[in-house]
């Protein structure tokens, strides 16, 4: 097998070709002026206004850039939570051990491991909810790339007492409708992973993609789930894999691939779209495992980032790659015709082992 080239691995971290921009308000962008004493007023409002959305959003790149300067974890602290501080330190880690081989083979990798949202929103979505945890999303532009598509960033407050932070973000697919989200100044529902009025619960809707991820379609039975470029490349890509792998001998004699994802059970938040959907961000983690065949073995002719970070070129028994994403997903309004939608994903290698 080859190595694993720059097309290769920035498959493999889940860069996608994206473009296009979420729909920005479906309703008239007007407001009307403050009152400053009277009645309150008739409808909900934004718990984060504008400025404060920029605010949180500089302060979350000011901690990325930090720590992706030093590659130190602790830097991302307090606004960068959960999952993406996880993986950014399994990153870091990889870079550090690994600064040789990626030096000599790969002098992108640093750059391509660890692009990131800039601190500028495109198109914010902000809460109506008091209740905590308080949530809100942002349509964040690409950090150092204008031709780059933006993310979709969840940021969420815990209590009063503690910052609006992320836990996620997920870059925008390209070729993929977008959903109509209400302005800014008029603010959204929002929506945990039990919410019950959408063609299916965010958590039921994360856990069909991650098995349609997994299995393939057939796992969708009733056809729920819409086509998106992040699963047409994994199942590319494994599928091209196991051809090599076989090649010239019966199928899977050599060796059989597949990839399992898991749902963070703790990580689903999303905010109503203009229709009475909702535009949902989740995490995942996977394992992509090569069985060997007793009896055979794989060898790779170079090295590649996965086979460094083992140590060894050479598998008898497994080959296993894992890997961290977080999705974005549109879930329709319950009775509607549409299908759940994956909007935008963003993955990264967080490490890989073998024997």
Known sequence: MSAWNRR????????????????ACGSDDSTPPAVPTGPEAEGPT????????????????????????????KALA??????????????????????????????DFRTSALDRPGEKAVVPITSTTSDFPRTAIALVEADGDDDAAPYFMILQQKDAHSPYATWGWAQQAVGVDMPTVP??????????????DLLMTPADAMTLYSEVLAWGGGKDSKKQLA?????????????????????GVEKDEVGTIREIYTPVKDEIAGLRTEDGGAIVLGTMTSKRTLKVTDGSKVSYGEDNIFTTIIGSRTFTKEYVREYGTTVALYIPPKGSDAKVQPIGATRAVIGASGE
């Open 8 to 23: 290769g691995f920035l498959g493999s971290i889940g860069v996608l070709a994206v473009g296009g921009l979420l729909a």
């Open 46 to 73: 934004p718990a984060v206004t504008s400025d404060q959305m920029a605010a949180y959003l500089k302060a979350v790149h000011s901690a990325v850039e930090k720590a992706d300067d030093d590659l130190d974890a």
């Open 78 to 107: 307090p606004r960068v939570i959960g999952s993406a501080a996880s993986f950014r330190k399994d990153t870091y880690s990889i870079l550090t051990k690994n600064k040789d081989w990626i030096a000599k083979n790969a002098e």
């Open 183 to 196: 302005s800014a100044k008029v603010g959204s529902e929002a929506v945990d992973g039990k919410a019950d």
């Open 227 to 247: 086509s998106d470029p992040f699963t047409t490349r994994t199942h590319k890509d494994i599928q091209e894999e196991r051809k090599q792998l076989n090649k």
